[in-house]
């Protein structure tokens, strides 16, 4: 059985990491990133390394005082069911969790995953940061199927 190895994201990454981002952003499950901006943002990405190939990967975005958003969560088709995901998501709760008091959040089609590591569903509206970066430029703004889920470990 081949092993699965979550680590941080380095420059090598960024492309391996568009190619799967762009498979759930053509979908609409996650909003789609340029290999720019991933670029410019790769410290903040994790991945899920199997053979040597990127199969997942997972980001977070800091919003100053203490509020963190995981994002980019994505795993490729073949892999999805493995339990990637949830280790992409205990690596980067881990990361986040080591600054100092922090809350972190996520939008998503899925609360009852994020349930499991101890998210609780809250309102959007605790996240203005996020609606006037994000949301406002999201193809759903009007039609919006995502829940907010919030963990203050």
Not at 38 to 51: L, P, Q, T
Not at 65 to 81: K, M
Not at 85 to 114: E, P, Y
Request: aromatic residues 8%; positive net charge; glycine residues 8%.
């Amino acid at each position: 059985m081949d092993k699965i190895q979550i680590r941080s994201a380095g420059k090598k990454d960024v492309e391996p990491i568009c190619r799967l981002l762009s498979q759930y952003a053509s979908r609409k499950l996650v909003l789609p990133r340029s290999q720019d901006e991933i670029s410019r943002h790769v410290r903040n990405f994790c991945v899920a390394e199997k053979n040597g190939r990127v199969i997942g990967c997972c980001a977070f975005r800091d919003y100053g005082c203490g509020l963190f958003e995981i994002r980019s969560l994505a795993v490729s088709p073949r892999s999805v069911g493995s339990g990637t995901g949830s280790r992409l998501v205990d690596f980067m709760i881990d990361r986040l969790v080591g600054k100092d008091k922090v809350k972190i959040f996520a939008l998503t089609t899925s609360a009852g995953f994020f349930h499991r590591f101890g998210f609780r569903t809250v309102e959007k509206d605790m996240f203005p940061q996020k609606i006037w970066s994000d949301c406002s430029k999201c193809p759903k703004l009007n039609d919006c199927d995502e829940e907010a889920v919030l963990l203050e470990p």
